[in-house]
């Protein structure tokens, strides 16, 4: 059969060459809270790197974690496990749509935050508690690794489990992990911590409570923790850091996730929109 290299070209061309571009959070996510690196987690909180740019195929990778995010809760709900999430006092039934109503957790300064993926009851073998319920996929050698380790070398899954339930008040966590090369999946209960929990919040205040960044895990840019982190050339000075109001002498962060300039007699809190432009009075912080 003859090829039409023409048309894949242009098919390729149409959904694999555009990267994708993302603009930073506006919050610190408590997601990443249990990161060795709390100086890369200072960086990405202040916008230092500016927007991240990967390829389609990093996003389909992202985007498969939320495919099978549906497919366990639908199994879950096929075996009598009420998965569910809470909105003030409504119970709403979310599928794992990213797109979809996702319950918040939000840490006292409003400046860090975190989306469980839901809570249940009736899990079998434990059917009147209450549980948060976290669900991951990994590659097969990750996979293998959490099956003999647990959370050892998953440190940033342990605590992000922790600050969601201590937020929640919640005392166990479901926890389904999926091997995305086999299929196969690791059901877990976790008992919560309060050590891990009021440690995680000790990080959080270790990134927000300062103006300088934390110190580095490495002086040496080679070394293996570093080599593929996004903010390694900001770190290391390879690459100036991002102008904007969060890497600026004069932004000055309040609760409930505001941010001022102190150059404002207003006191008016500045849009996030502006906060990522930064304006012509612009003095680095770092």
Request: with cysteine; net charge neutral; glycine share 8%.
């Amino acid at each position: 059969m003859p090829e039409l290299p023409e048309v894949y070209t242009a098919l390729q061309k149409a959904l694999d060459f555009p990267d994708v571009v993302n603009e930073p959070r506006p919050y610190l996510g408590m997601s990443g809270v249990g990161k060795e690196c709390l100086r890369a987690q200072w960086y990405s909180f202040r916008w230092a790197s500016g927007n991240s740019v990967y390829p389609q195929r990093v996003r389909r990778i992202f985007e498969r974690g939320d495919l099978e995010e549906e497919r366990i809760i639908k199994d879950l709900r096929a075996v009598g496990v009420d998965v569910y999430m809470m909105k003030g006092e409504e119970k709403l039934y979310p599928k794992g749509v990213r797109d979809e109503f996702q319950e918040e957790v939000v840490h006292f300064t409003g400046h860090s935050k975190g989306h469980i993926d839901g809570r249940a009851i009736n899990v079998p073998g434990a059917e009147k508690t209450e549980h948060l319920c976290e669900f991951k996929s990994m590659k097969a050698s990750k996979f293998k690794d959490y099956q003999k380790n647990g959370f050892d070398n998953f440190s940033e899954y342990k605590f992000q489990i922790h600050m969601y339930m201590g937020y929640l008040k919640l005392t166990r966590c479901l926890y389904v992990v999926t091997n995305k090369d086999t299929e196969e999946r690791d059901y877990k209960r976790y008992e919560f911590d309060i050590n891990v929990y009021e440690e995680g919040l000790e990080r959080i205040m270790k990134v927000l409570a300062t103006d300088v960044p934390p110190i580095r895990i490495s002086d040496k840019p080679d070394f293996y923790k570093c080599r593929f982190c996004n903010e390694r050339d900001i770190c290391f000075g390879v690459e100036p850091h991002n102008q904007n109001c969060r890497t600026c002498t004069s932004g000055d962060m309040h609760d409930g996730g505001i941010w001022k300039c102190t150059k404002d007699t207003t006191g008016t809190p500045i849009p996030v929109k502006i906060q990522r432009k930064g304006c012509p009075q612009y003095e680095a912080l770092i």
